[in-house]
């Protein structure tokens, strides 16, 4: 009847430590489905004819890669790369019923492609205890990209194909008084090819 499910997901995480000074963290998850619906927007009450080859198809991975350096007792090097690609096929070959003679020979079929990458690095700098007072200040930057593109046959609105790229910088200084009290400083830019720039401050107490 044209209305099955499939999906298999595989999931991976690695991590390595070649030496006391170095971390890395892999993760990666892959995703692959398929869905048959023998149904339009009516559903299968009101729909006489249902459809015996309509289907969808979505494919996504998801990975990061992470490394931390520790240069000396007071310095970490943190560095991290995420990818996300997600890819969707949407298929309904011509059937005479349900689908009218007029329809095209191919029938219709819809795609979509989206890629996000992200690159972050910051720099953790620890001082020594003062009067019971931990300091601990992380400056780091991450840069963003993003592109989207899709496609309808037969061409019903023009091919849609956007992208986006963000840059960022960030500081934070957190104190912390015998490990029961944390006061947190910090502040972000964001440059945005879309949205603009935009400076965001925050202050937080936690006890």
Same mark, same amino acid.
């Given at each position: 009847?044209?209305?099955?499910?499939?999906?298999? !997901?595989?999931? =991976?995480? =690695?991590?390595?430590?070649?030496?006391?000074? $170095? %971390?890395?963290?892999?993760?990666? +998850? #892959?995703?692959?489905?398929? $869905?048959? #619906?023998?149904?339009?927007?009516?559903?299968?009450?009101? @729909?006489?004819?249902?459809?015996?080859? @309509?289907?969808?198809?979505? %494919?996504? #991975?998801?990975?990061?890669?992470?490394?931390?350096?520790?240069?000396?007792?007071?310095?970490?090097?943190?560095?991290?790369?995420?990818?996300?690609?997600?890819? +969707?096929?949407?298929?309904?070959?011509?059937?005479?019923? *349900?689908? *009218? /003679?007029? +329809? /095209?020979?191919?029938?219709? +079929?819809?795609?979509?492609? %989206?890629?996000? $990458?992200?690159?972050?690095?910051?720099?953790?700098?620890?001082?020594?205890?003062?009067?019971?007072? !931990?300091? =601990? &200040?992380?400056?780091?930057?991450?840069?963003?990209?993003?592109?989207? !593109?899709?496609?309808?046959?037969?061409?019903?609105?023009?091919?849609?194909?956007?992208?986006?790229?963000?840059?960022? /910088?960030?500081?934070?200084? @957190?104190?912390?008084?015998?490990?029961?009290?944390? &006061? !947190?400083?910090?502040?972000?830019?964001?440059?945005?090819?879309?949205?603009?720039?935009?400076?965001?401050?925050?202050?937080?107490? /936690?006890?």
């Amino acid at each position: 009847k044209n209305n099955e499910y499939r999906n298999h !997901t595989g999931v =991976l995480r =690695l991590d390595l430590s070649p030496s006391e000074q $170095i %971390e890395v963290t892999t993760t990666g +998850r #892959f995703l692959q489905s398929r $869905i048959e #619906f023998p149904t339009e927007n009516e559903g299968d009450r009101l @729909q006489a004819v249902l459809d015996p080859r @309509q289907f969808a198809e979505h %494919e996504q #991975f998801v990975g990061t890669f992470g490394t931390r350096y520790r240069q000396t007792g007071w310095l970490d090097h943190r560095f991290k790369v995420g990818v996300n690609f997600d890819d +969707r096929l949407t298929r309904d070959p011509r059937d005479v019923p *349900p689908d *009218p /003679a007029s +329809r /095209a020979p191919e029938g219709t +079929r819809s795609t979509s492609k %989206e890629e996000r $990458i992200l690159l972050d690095y910051n720099a953790a700098l620890s001082a020594p205890v003062v009067w019971g007072v !931990t300091p =601990l &200040l992380v400056l780091g930057s991450s840069y963003e990209h993003q592109n989207f !593109t899709q496609r309808n046959r037969p061409v019903t609105t023009r091919r849609t194909n956007v992208e986006r790229e963000s840059h960022a /910088a960030y500081s934070q200084l @957190q104190l912390g008084w015998l490990d029961h009290v944390f &006061l !947190t400083g910090g502040a972000r830019y964001d440059s945005s090819s879309v949205f603009g720039e935009e400076l965001t401050p925050r202050v937080s107490l /936690a006890v």
